[in-house]
Structure formats: C-alpha cells, structure tokens
C-alpha cells in the first residue's frame, strides 16, 4: 500500500493550510495514522497522530492548540489542518501508518508505510 499525500505549499506566518493523506488502497486499516515533519538539517520528529477508528488524537505541545487531525471515514482519508502557521513550522511533512500498536506514539520506528513528503514553507 502506499500513502498519498498532498496539501503542502508556500503560505505566510499566521495562514492556515490543510494536509491530507490517503492510502491507495481503499480498504486498507491500521492502528494510528501519524504525521511527522522534518525540516533542513533537523532529524524528523512527530507532529500528532489520531487512532484510525478516530478515538484518540495525539499532539506534540508545539501544535497543540494550532494543528487538528482528523480522519474522514467515507474517504478512509487522515487530514491536518495546520492553523496559525509560523516559519518554525517549514518542513517536510510526512504521513505514516503504524499498523500495530508498537508502543510510543511519537517514535517514527514504529511507524510501517509512509508516504512521499508534502513541502510546507511558511514566510514571515
């Protein structure tokens, strides 16, 4: 299976922008659906994640407040919807599933498909 996703683009501090993330096969599951972003010369680190059944939704304190997930089960389509966007936050964002539960939410090994990258550059 792969991770489709798209959204990204070049917006100013304060914008909002919306990421989306969709699997390419329609009838695919798994346990959470992350997203994670990596900026120039930083390693990557996680942003928020949601349980695929949308109980549960897991933030980092730096977006908390400022970035929702959210999954549409008709589309079997994850969405961040990024509010309040500030250079800090330029990166390339990354979905990824984590089709069994591995433990900590926010480690990237735990995560088993992830998708081509979307580019999120925000200018002050």
């Known amino acids: 299976v792969q991770l489709q996703a798209s959204g990204g683009g070049l917006v100013q501090a304060g914008d909002s922008l919306s990421l989306s993330c969709a699997p390419s096969e329609r009838t695919f599951t798994t346990y959470r659906m992350g997203w994670f972003r990596q900026a120039p010369g930083k390693e990557r680190e996680f942003v928020t994640a949601?349980?695929?059944?949308?109980?549960?939704?897991y933030y980092v304190d730096f977006v908390r407040g400022r970035f929702t997930i959210s999954k549409n089960n008709a589309e079997n389509t994850v969405y961040l919807q990024m509010n309040s966007l500030k250079p800090e936050d330029t990166a390339v964002y990354y979905c990824?599933?984590?089709?069994?539960?591995?433990?900590?939410?926010?480690?990237?090994?735990?995560?088993?498909?992830w998708g081509q990258g979307t580019l999120v550059t925000v200018s002050s």
């Open positions: 990824a599933a984590e089709r069994y539960y591995s433990g900590d939410v926010s480690d990237p090994r735990g995560y088993d498909y």
């Open positions: 949601i349980r695929w059944n949308g109980e549960r939704a």
